[in-house]
Antibody
Framework: QVQLVQSGSELKKPGASVKVSCKASGYTFTSYAMNWVRQAPGQGLEWMGWINTNTGNPTYAQGFTGRFVFSLDTSVSTAYLQISSLKAEDTAVYYCARDRTTGTDFDYWGQGTLVTVSS | QSALTQPASVSGSPGQSITISCTGTSSDVGGYNYVSWYQQHPGKAPKLMIY???NRPSGVSNRFSGSKSGNTASLTISGLQAEDEADYYC??????????FGGGTKLTVL
């Protein structure tokens, strides 16, 4: 069965970096694009962008350029989200989510990774 | 890209039907048949309930249905059950940034 398993919660200080992993299983990793979605505490979902798992080419949504980097390691079917120069407002749950087919909706989601930024 | 507009909350009694609206523009909801709906229980990941306006993924109850008219999409839940109590989010393809979500609607089953 399809599963996306994310790395555990992180507590970071402002200015630090964090790397969240999303390990896929149960399907051919390179056949479906991967998306990243942010949910701040008590807030709604925010699409951060996606990465083409065939080419490794990332696309970032407005507001997620510069400090956010999507990457892959196809040898272990894993997608990564790295955030640098962390700020308190980056505190959120970050989800990876697989494209269903057309890139307009997401059929499988990771369990989420809470990143807390606090001094 | 502004979020799609959803009511903050809706409520209904068990057995009743409720509808959640999702309003966008001609650049997103109105321009494409790529509206999706997600259900999110507290502390859980979102779950895809409807895609391409009105299609249900395998395993989703047929009590959930979707539709669209102009720039507004709707999710209807019939025969409301206690387990339907959750947050619901719409999303749409958008010409400017590929995907945009709605602000979310909290459904309370009375």
């Amino acid at each position: 069965q399809v599963q996306l398993v994310q790395s555990g919660s992180e507590l970071k200080k402002p200015g630090a970096s964090v790397k969240v992993s999303c390990k896929a299983s149960g399907y051919t990793f390179t056949s479906y694009a991967m998306n990243w979605v942010r949910q701040a505490p008590g807030q709604g979902l925010e699409w951060m962008g996606w990465i083409n798992t065939n080419t490794g080419n990332p696309t970032y949504a407005q507001g997620f350029t510069g400090r956010f980097v999507f990457s892959l390691d196809t040898s272990v079917s894993t997608a990564y989200l790295q955030i640098s120069s962390l700020k308190a407002e980056d505190t959120a749950v970050y989800y990876c989510a697989r494209d269903r087919t057309t890139g307009t909706d997401f059929d499988y989601w990771g369990q989420g990774t809470l990143v807390t930024v606090s001094s | 890209q502004s979020a799609l507009t959803q009511p903050a909350s809706v409520s209904g009694s068990p057995g009743q039907s409720i509808t959640i609206s999702c309003t966008g523009t001609s650049s997103d909801v109105g321009g494409y048949n790529y509206v999706s709906w997600y259900q999110q229980h507290p502390g859980k990941a979102p779950k895809l309930m409807i895609y391409d306006v009105s299609n249900r993924p395998s395993g989703v109850s047929n009590r959930f249905s979707g539709s669209k008219s102009g720039n507004t999409a709707s999710l209807t839940i019939s025969g409301l059950q206690a387990e339907d109590e959750a947050d619901y989010y719409c999303s749409s393809y958008t010409s400017s940034s590929r995907v945009v979500f709605g602000g979310g609607t909290k459904l309370t089953v009375l």
